[in-house]
Nanobody, 121 residues
Framework: QVQLVESGGGLVQAGGSLRLSCAAS????????MGWLRQAPGKEREFVAG????????YYADSVKGRFTISRDNAKNTVILQMDSLKPEDTAVYYC??????????????WGQGTQVTVSS
């Protein structure tokens, strides 16, 4: 298991940028596929972006492709979500997530407490 703590959420205007960080505990961070998911009130939690264990492969939801960038630093046990050109529909609680495995996936087993991202019109 891993423990995940997100930070960096806040209020931004449409078209702005925000950088979310996820700090992972433990010494097995590199064994996990990492990702970001988000959930708006009244909606199901949805996949946003994923990254392979070594950080060489990434995958994005169509809604954020070209605007968001996921990266990881296994030496520092961190994963980043850089969000650019934000839209009001990006407003949600964003969760850092992890899954033990070999292949990148949109399904995760663990996630953090979440950080609120609000994009104003």
């Amino acid at each position: 298991q891993v423990q995940l703590v997100e930070s960096g959420g806040g209020l931004v205007q449409a078209g702005g940028s925000l950088r979310l960080s996820c700090a992972a505990s433990g010494r097995t961070f590199s064994d996990y596929i990492m990702g970001w998911l988000r959930q708006a009130p009244g909606k199901e939690r949805e996949f946003v972006a994923g990254i392979s264990r070594g950080g060489t492969s990434t995958y994005y939801a169509d809604s954020v492709k070209g605007r968001f960038t996921i990266s990881r630093d296994n030496a520092k046990n961190t994963v980043i979500l850089q969000m650019d050109s934000l839209k009001p529909e990006d407003t949600a609680v964003y969760y850092c997530a992890a899954r033990a495995g070999l292949k990148i996936t949109t399904v995760y087993d663990y996630w953090g407490q979440g950080t609120q991202v609000t994009v104003s019109s």
